[in-house]
């Protein structure tokens, strides 16, 4: 199996603090700038995987930053540089404490729901007589909290604003963002036969501004179905042919695993591990219609810290 970065502890020039996320290792640089590691952690149902993928991260960070670039001018974003494949540098912000559900389908976790009965999400009351990854009549925002540790929780838009979490005026604007960023991400994937399912958004405040903050459209983010056959597979009750981390959720769902007390995690081998890499790459070049270029295997660790100190000493 090819190397794999799993854990980072740089030293690196005006750091104050450092965050380990589930996938991304977030570093605060002085008071203007972050630098945010993608690493080849993947996580599912909260849970931080005992293996990391290889290339995932740099998946991650180049499909964000081409899709930050191609939504600038709906909203502006925090990516100010990427000095390494796997690092993204921007803006520090204070981020809001919801992540922004965009679903232009009924599938996952929401499918799993109206299955079981619900006809409200969040909030948003949804039709009788839907199928399983039917699309829906208009996209819909079904929020949840940003929990620090644990498990994000569904939530309305009302909720957030009587709590307090966000501001009506912030939460609007975000509303507003959102469905016009997914509908970008839906005509971008459309041009290279894909559907834009569902994916998430997260925001922050810069200067008193909305913006755009973390990654987008991506594989961990995002989940995306091939356009072709899609009717077919639909009609027929069949499962559809999907690009997105749900695979993963499935496999772990098959091997009785789904985030829960005394629930093992099934035994991640290395051929599994390439499996879900090439799954990614396989993502990654059908969403951008690019050739993906896997970076140099060397010291992942010393080459990004390497690369994040040239930058800071660049731009000081």
């Known amino acids: 199996m090819a190397i794999t970065l799993t854990h980072t502890d740089f030293n690196l020039p005006g750091q104050r603090s450092v965050y380990h996320g589930k996938v991304r290792d977030v570093y605060t640089l002085g008071d203007r700038y972050l630098a945010m590691v993608a690493t080849d952690r993947i996580s599912a149902f909260d849970v931080i995987l005992p293996k990391g993928i290889p290339f995932k991260g740099q998946v991650l960070n180049q499909i964000a930053a081409q899709f930050l670039d191609a939504t600038a001018d709906i909203v502006p974003n925090w990516k100010v540089a990427v000095p390494d494949p796997m690092v993204t540098i921007g803006l520090l912000c204070e981020p809001f404490k919801v992540e922004m559900i965009v679903r232009g389908y009924l599938a996952g976790s929401a499918w799993r729901e109206y299955e079981a009965g619900a006809r409200e999400i969040c909030g948003v009351k949804l039709p009788e007589g839907l199928r399983e990854n039917e699309k829906l009549p208009s996209p819909i925002i079904t929020p949840t909290t ?14 957030i604003i009587a709590r307090g979490i966000v501001a009506r005026e912030d939460y609007e604007k975000m509303e507003q963002y959102a469905l ?20 998430k958004y997260e925001f922050g ?3 008193g501004e909305v913006i755009l903050i973390d990654e987008i459209h991506t594989p961990d983010s995002s989940r995306y179905f091939y356009a072709e056959g899609y009717e077919e597979r639909l009609a027929k009750g069949e499962p559809q042919k999907q690009l997105s981390k749900e695979f993963v959720r499935q496999w772990l769902i098959n091997n009785g695993f789904m985030g829960k007390e005394g629930q093992q995690v099934p035994e991640m081998t290395d051929a599994y591990c390439d499996e879900v890499s090439e799954r990614y790459i396989e993502l990654y070049e059908h969403i951008t219609g690019e050739k ?13 810290e390497r690369n994040i100190t040239s930058w800071i000493e660049n731009n000081k």
Do not use: Y
Not at 181 to 199: N, P, S
């Open 205 to 207: 405040k810069h200067n």
């Open 146 to 159: 940003k929990a620090d540790e644990g498990h994000d929780e569904n939530i309305s838009r009302e909720e």
């Open 180 to 199: 016009a960023i997914f509908e970008r991400g839906t005509e971008m994937a459309a041009r290279q036969g894909l559907i834009l399912v569902d994916t």
């Open 292 to 304: 993906f270029m896997k970076a140099a295997e060397e010291d992942l660790s010393a080459r990004i």
